[in-house]
T-cell receptor, first 115, second 115 residues
Framework: EAQVTQNPRYLITVTGKKLTVTCSQNMNHEYMSWYRQDPGLGLRQIYYSMNVEVTDKGDVPEGYKVSRKEKRNFPLILESPSPNQTSLYFC??????????????FGPGTRLTVL | AQTVTQSQPEMSVQEAETVTLSCTYDTSENNYYLFWYKQPPSRQMILVIRQEAYKQQNATENRFSVNFQKAAKSFSLKISDSQLGDTAMYFCASLSNFGNEKLTFGTGTRLTIIP
C-alpha cells in the first residue's frame, strides 16, 4: 500500500529534550516536506527536500532541523524543543517535474506537546 | 508569494443539502494548481479535488465540484447532497508550478453536517 508513515503519532515531552519525528514514504517520491498545523493558521511549511541531500527552509524553520540521507526518509529534528513548538505535524511527499500529478500525499500526523 | 484566504471559519448545513465553501487566493503566476483538502476528526489530510489554473473547465469529483474564477482569483467548493461523513475541516491550498513545491494553505473552514 502506497503511504507516508510518521512516528510517533503522539508525543509529550519537556522543554529542551531533543526529539526526532520520523517520516518514511514507499512511493519513490523525490519531494518531501514537513508542515505544522496550528489553530487559525492552517498548515505552514517548515522544511522541504527536493531530493536526497537537498533540503531547504520553508516558512517557519526556526527551531527545527531535517536531513535527507535516503530517498524514503525525511526525519524532523527538534534539538531543544520549546512550548511554542506544540503543534500537529505533517510529513508529505510527491513526485516532481512532469511526472507529478501535483498531489502531495500526507502522513497521519504527529501530535506534539512540549511542556 | 502566494496567499490563500478562507473567510468562513465555521459552517453548518442540514444533511442532504448543498453547501459552498469560499476560497480566494493571490498569486503572480500564470500557471498554478489549486486544491481542496478534507481533514476529518482522524486528522488525516485527504485530497478532495484539484484544479489546474490553465484549464477553464471546473473540476468535479462525484458530489464535489469547484467554481474556479481565475480573473477574480476565487476557488469555491460545492458539496452536493451533503452527508454526515462530510463533517470535517476543509482547507483550500495553492501550489506554484515553480520553485519549492510548497502548498500554501488557507486557515480552514470547519463544516458540520447536521442530521
Amino acid at each position: 500500500e502506497a503511504q507516508v508513515t510518521q512516528n510517533p503519532r503522539y508525543l509529550i515531552t519537556v522543554t529542551g529534550k531533543k526529539l526526532t519525528v520520523t517520516c518514511s514514504q514507499n512511493m519513490n517520491h523525490e519531494y518531501m516536506s514537513w508542515y505544522r498545523q496550528d489553530p487559525g493558521l492552517g498548515l505552514r511549511q517548515i522544511y522541504y527536500s527536493m531530493n536526497v541531500e537537498v533540503t531547504d527552509k520553508g516558512d517557519v524553520p526556526e527551531g527545527y532541523k531535517v536531513s535527507r540521507k535516503e530517498k524514503r526518509n525525511f526525519p524532523l529534528i527538534l534539538e531543544s524543543p520549546s512550548p511554542n513548538q506544540t503543534s500537529l505535524y505533517f510529513c508529505a511527499s510527491s513526485l516532481v517535474g512532469r511526472a507529478r500529478r501535483n498531489e502531495q500525499f500526507f502522513g497521519p500526523g504527529t501530535r506534539l506537546t512540549v511542556l | 508569494a502566494q496567499t490563500v484566504t478562507q473567510s468562513q471559519p465555521e459552517m453548518s448545513v442540514q444533511e442532504a443539502e448543498t453547501v459552498t465553501l469560499s476560497c480566494t487566493y493571490d498569486t503572480s503566476e500564470n500557471n498554478y494548481y489549486l486544491f481542496w483538502y478534507k481533514q476529518p476528526p482522524s486528522r488525516q489530510m485527504i485530497l478532495v479535488i484539484r484544479q489546474e489554473a490553465y484549464k477553464q473547465q471546473n473540476a468535479t469529483e462525484n458530489r464535489f465540484s469547484v467554481n474556479f474564477q481565475k480573473a477574480a482569483k476565487s476557488f469555491s467548493l460545492k458539496i452536493s447532497d451533503s452527508q454526515l461523513g462530510d463533517t470535517a475541516m476543509y482547507f483550500c491550498a495553492s501550489l506554484s508550478n515553480f520553485g519549492n513545491e510548497k502548498l500554501t494553505f488557507g486557515t480552514g473552514t470547519r463544516l458540520t453536517i447536521i442530521p
